[in-house]
């Protein structure tokens, strides 16, 4: 029988652990299928988070560095610099890069690191159970906000694309989703995209990822993608901040 499909080279063998319905599956394989269409696998070096994707040195088929929570763009600024013919990348949630490693991506991107982040919102902490992340949402459950994030106190969920596109060494933003068929393919041509900026030497690239976190936001894998539609993306418009043509 013919093959009509099969698992990108850019991946592994080894079998995700991620929950049901996560999109953090999506997300990597994208990865990989870009790495291995731009050629690029065999001299890329990506810098796994911590937190549900900490485990992704283990997932993509290149070389690997894990990083404490929140410092993956520091790493990579010191992989990158050393090795600067390599492609490098961060792949990192939103309390690591919008939380605890919110100096560490605004000062990389000021400085204008020419490697690309990866940048995995799914607007709470997946793998510590659920607190409240900077990204969660007005009147979204979070184990630390049980009644519901309030501004009074939380203030208002942080937009970090629209941020990190103020800052000229950021020479491509672009926030995807991956809730459905056209949002994935959009987002592949985003995170295509964003690794020839760096190819071409241009700067700091970031792709902002909507992403599902069934387990914690207490929906089923279905409901979620619904979720991440109807409320996440009014919040967090699509498109894209900052391309290069633009950027200087
Ligand atoms: C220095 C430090 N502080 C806190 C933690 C605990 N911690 C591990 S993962 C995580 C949050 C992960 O959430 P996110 O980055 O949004 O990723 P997700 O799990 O949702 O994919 C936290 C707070 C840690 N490991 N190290
Ligand atoms: S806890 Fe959430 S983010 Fe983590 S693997 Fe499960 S669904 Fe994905």
């Not at 990348?89 to 890069?97: E, I, P, R, W």
């Not at 937009?159 to 000229?168: G, H, N, P, Y």
Request: aromatic share 8%; net charge neutral.
């Amino acid at each position: 029988m013919a093959i009509v499909y099969s698992k990108t080279e850019g991946l592994t063998d080894k079998q995700f652990h991620y929950c049901p319905g996560c999109t953090h599956g999506i997300i990597h394989k994208l990865v990989g299928e870009v790495l291995v269409e731009l050629g690029v696998l065999g001299k890329t070096v990506g810098v796994a988070p911590v937190g549900c994707s900490v485990l992704a040195y283990d997932y993509f088929n290149c070389d690997m560095h894990e990083a404490a929570h929140g410092r993956a763009p520091a790493v990579a600024t010191g992989i990158k610099r050393v090795l600067p013919d390599n492609v490098v990348f961060t792949y990192q949630g939103d309390g690591d890069l919008a939380s605890i490693g919110t100096a560490e991506i605004i000062h990389a991107a000021h400085r204008g690191e020419k490697f690309t982040t990866i940048f995995v919102n799914n607007a709470i902490y997946g793998m510590t159970g659920g607190q409240m992340a900077p990204t969660t949402l007005i009147g979204q459950k979070a184990t630390t906000a049980p009644l519901g994030r309030e501004v009074a106190t939380a203030g208002m969920p942080l937009r970090m694309s629209e941020m990190l596109a103020t800052i000229d060494g950021a020479v491509f933003v672009e926030r995807c989703t991956v809730h459905n068929v056209a949002g994935i393919r959009k987002t592949k041509k985003a995170i295509k995209k964003a690794f020839e900026v760096q190819l071409e030497g241009k700067g700091f690239g970031i792709v902002e990822v909507l992403s599902t976190c069934p387990t914690n936001w207490g929906l089923t894998p279905v409901e979620s993608l619904k979720w991440l539609e109807e409320n996440m993306i009014p919040y967090y418009p699509l498109g894209n901040f900052r391309t290069p043509e633009e950027g200087k």
